[in-house]
């Protein structure tokens, strides 16, 4: 299987790269448009700045080929929510991959969420052997609204989308690669879909 994590400048790439290692699955790290294409899988990782990231991506014309993409395609906190149509993080517009927009949290709550949280909600072969309210590890300020495509939720003031789904794209906003045997299950899953 070739496995590609896509290389922008924006990611938290080796956490991601020891996850795949613990499943024996050898990723790649590229932005070669002909290498991703060619991936019978995709991750798109993110952690960093909405509109600075966004930028990088347009640099190498990965905002164009990103959406086109027809193997099953993974994005991770700011990979999921540069999929969305916009974010209020730098009032930035989105690859409008899924149909909803991300908003900041409000005041009410410490910013920004770092811990573990619970998914619920689950929806998806993504989540396959996941039990309800399971505890994944997450780090943002940033929330996407539901939507048709919400495949699990999560609280923290507001309830909203900790993972999407639209055709051959997933989006989770938790880190699976550092949530444990739960976040090693759903990558798993992710291989076999």
């Not at 640099?59 to 193997?71: F, N, R, V």
């Not at 709550?109 to 998806?124: A, E, F, R, Y």
């Not at 609204?145 to 938790?174: M, P, R, W």
Request: a neutral charge.
């Amino acid at each position: 299987m070739k496995l590609v994590i896509i290389d922008y400048g924006a990611g938290n790439i080796k956490s991601i790269q020891f996850a795949f290692k613990r499943l024996c699955v050898n990723a790649i790290l590229s932005n070669n448009p002909e290498e991703i294409i060619a991936a019978d899988k995709v991750i798109f990782p993110g952690v960093g700045e909405a509109s600075s990231a966004m930028k990088m991506l347009k640099e190498s014309g990965l905002d164009i080929l990103i959406p086109t993409l027809k193997q099953p395609v993974l994005g991770i906190c700011l990979g999921m929510q540069l999929m969305c149509n916009s974010t209020e993080e730098g009032n930035t517009k989105g690859l409008g991959i899924f149909q909803t927009n991300v908003k900041k949290f409000s005041n009410t709550v410490k910013v920004p969420q770092m811990g573990w949280n619970i998914i619920k909600d689950l929806k998806s072969d993504l989540f396959k052997g996941i039990k309800e309210n399971e505890y994944m590890y997450l780090v943002h300020s940033y929330y996407a609204e539901h939507c048709k495509e919400t495949i699990a939720k999560t609280d923290y003031g507001i309830n909203y989308a900790s993972a999407l789904q639209h055709n051959n794209f997933y989006g989770v906003q938790f880190h699976p690669e550092k949530s444990s045997l739960a976040g090693e299950q759903i990558l798993k899953n992710f291989l076999e879909i």
